[in-house]
């Protein structure tokens, strides 16, 4: 680990300061980054990231018009034991890192982090910590039908913004529908095990890359650096893996 780099990466223990990560070399020239973002719809510095994602990928278009890049949100569980119906948040939270001041502490942290990019977290309106197995679902229904960017960014909105429960398959259907997918689809989808089996299989894989903190980005299938870090690095880090870095 190397440097404070103005973010942090969130694991199953909670979120600490990120530092880059060197994962791999570039490894000759890309026309197109295929990057995947390892995420949780609960995880409050993902959403900071996916702002600072998108800076990234528009500063390389700029750059170096040549590369274009596709995005694919994959799915990651901070909390993998939580109940199906989740849990009261000031008890879970007030568990997992010792008080509830301490929670608090940790939401003015990233309140204040998100504020610099246009991000308003709401941590007052978060009564509950939910499961997220099918929002996780919805996001690869929403793959299927080109709307994921708009439905990772819906859930975040509903969750840290709204303050609603993204575990209720209700607050599910709105988001997906606020998207443009069609409500009745994710409703029935919901009501049965339809994604669950690759959703758990996508969380395996995370698993067997050793990943334990998000957001982790991979390019072509490989982690390239892990956490929100600043938007130049972001750049950096995606044009070394393009193999276009900056002369």
């Known amino acids: 680990m190397s440097d404070v780099l103005g973010g942090a990466v969130c694991g199953v223990d909670g979120c600490t300061q990120a530092a880059l990560d060197h994962f791999r070399p570039a490894s000759g020239a890309k026309a197109t980054l295929a990057i995947e973002v390892i ?19 528009a500063a390389i278009a700029t750059i ?4 274009t890049a596709s995005v694919t949100w994959r799915p990651f569980e901070l909390n993998p034991e939580m109940p199906k119906a989740g849990a009261d948040r ?16 940790l939401d003015a942290q990233v309140a204040a982090a998100g504020r610099l990019d246009g991000l308003v977290f709401n941590h007052d309106k978060m009564a509950r910590t939910p499961n997220t197995v099918d929002a996780h679902r919805l996001i690869r229904l929403a793959g299927q039908q080109g709307k994921q960017d708009d439905v990772v960014e819906g859930l975040f909105a509903a969750y840290f913004n ?9 607050v599910l ?7 443009g997918l069609d409500r009745a689809r994710i409703l029935a989808m919901l009501a ?4 669950l089996a ?3 299989s996508e969380l395996q894989r995370a698993v067997n890359l050793r990943v334990s ?29 393009a193999g276009h870095a900056r002369s």
């Not at 903190?213 to 893996?241: C, H, N, Q, Y």
């Open 64 to 67: 170096a018009p040549d590369v």
């Open 162 to 170: 709204e303050g609603r429960d993204v575990g209720d398959s209700t």
């Open 198 to 200: 690759e959703v758990r």
């Open 213 to 241: 903190g998000v957001p982790t980005v991979l390019v072509d299938g490989i982690p390239v650096f892990s956490g929100a870090i600043r938007a130049d690095l972001m750049e950096a880090e995606l044009r070394k893996a």
């Open 39 to 57: 995420s949780d719809a609960i995880c409050p510095w993902c959403w900071i990231a996916k702002r600072r994602l998108n800076r990234a990928i």
């Open 173 to 179: 259907a709105d988001v997906g529908a606020s998207a």
């Open 90 to 105: 000031r008890a879970y939270r007030s568990a997992k890192f010792g008080s509830w001041q301490r929670s608090q502490a």
């Open 192 to 195: 049965s095990d339809e994604g």
